[in-house]
């Protein structure tokens, strides 16, 4: 069976790897927090104490980190270290799960190539139950032979695999993506505070916008109101999806527009939202937690 070193073992990776376990692939585990490991090495899988001996004997490298320097760090090196790519074998396959920009993908996919590795930028969506579930959405950007080669990998962690285009095109895919949901967890949150301050019950007032037109995944599925439903806004916010993930979306959109000429007055205003929620302390709190910065 394939052996794949998986890198980033957090609130994603975690899950993600476990679903590689369950479908029998032989997968080695690194993260810089030693528990992370120790938990996925009870589930089977093979601990190991460097991204270059996790990649030890592996076709396929996963990664699935915070944001862009944290993967150009572990594959091009950083402070005189040596980064992960120079070790691995010719052929590897680099799948980076992790939500960055596209100048790190485009810097590391040129690394792999001159190295004759293939690379993936292969951004999810569905948030920690879709990890879980093994129900995410991949958005890839790479070679259609790439993609052919990771289909099968892909599809035990995931629902959904789609090709959007060359490397980076993932990226912009999540960026369009997560933008639209900042915006939409902020307008879901903006109901259904407006209707509890008018005396409505939340929970009521979700399940009449779930049958009107105002149904959207965030009311349907991360209802940001505290005790609707079994999501992170019931357990005091704890992620989940950070509010510091979101906001460095948010930066990679914003980024993304400037670059391309493209008007987001309302991704703007969310950009702006996350980051002053950021500035008082909520940084690590989930990203539905915007509910608390309306109800002040
Ligand atoms: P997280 O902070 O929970 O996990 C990141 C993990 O990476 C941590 O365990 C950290 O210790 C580890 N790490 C950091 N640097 C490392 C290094 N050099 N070597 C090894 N391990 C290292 O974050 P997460 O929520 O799992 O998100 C990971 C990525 O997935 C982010 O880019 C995020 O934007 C994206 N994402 C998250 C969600 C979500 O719902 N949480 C959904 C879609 C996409």
Redesign the pocket.
Do not use: Q, R
């Given at each position: 069976m394939t052996t794949i070193a998986f890198?980033?073992?957090?609130?994603?990776?975690?899950p993600m790897a476990l679903n590689l376990i369950k479908s029998g692939f032989t997968v080695r585990v690194?993260?810089?927090?030693p528990e992370?490991v120790n938990t996925l090495q009870q589930h089977g899988a093979h601990g190991a104490t460097s991204?270059g001996d996790a990649a030890n004997g592996a076709e396929i490298v996963i990664s699935?980190?915070?944001?862009g320097k944290?993967v150009s760090?572990?594959y091009l090196g950083s402070g005189g270290e040596e980064g992960l790519l120079a070790s691995l074998p010719k052929g590897c396959l680099v799948l980076d799960?992790?939500?960055?920009d596209e100048e790190t993908v485009q810097t590391v996919a040129g690394a792999c190539s001159k190295l004759g590795l293939e690379m993936l930028d292969a951004?999810?969506?569905?948030?920690?139950a879709a990890?879980q579930q093994g129900t995410l959405t991949f958005m890839c950007g790479g070679s259609e032979t790439g993609f052919q080669r990771a289909r099968p990998i892909l599809a035990a962690m995931g629902k959904n695999i789609f090709h959007a285009g060359a490397h980076g095109a993932g990226q912009v895919a999540?960026m369009c993506n997560n933008m639209l949901l900042a915006i939409q967890m902020i307008g879901t949150s903006e109901a259904l505070q407006m209707g509890a301050n008018s005396g409505l019950e939340p929970r009521t007032l979700s399940e009449i916008m779930l049958k009107s037109s105002g149904r959207n995944w965030s009311l349907e599925l991360y209802n940001p109101y505290p005790g609707v439903m079994d999501s992170p806004a019931s357990r005091n916010y704890t992620?989940?999806?950070?509010v510091d993930?979101m906001a460095?979306?948010l930066g990679l959109a914003t980024a993304n527009a400037k670059s391309t000429g493209s008007k987001i007055p309302l991704g703007e205003q969310a950009a702006a939202l996350y980051r002053q929620k950021q500035e008082v302390g909520d940084g690590r709190k989930d990203f539905s937690s915007i509910l608390e910065l309306l109800n002040d």
């Open positions: 890198i980033g073992l957090g609130n994603m990776g975690g690194f993260d810089l927090v992370a991204p699935m980190l915070p944001a944290h760090a572990l799960c992790s939500t960055i951004p999810v969506s569905g948030g920690v990890a999540k992620p989940g999806f950070m993930l460095k979306d």
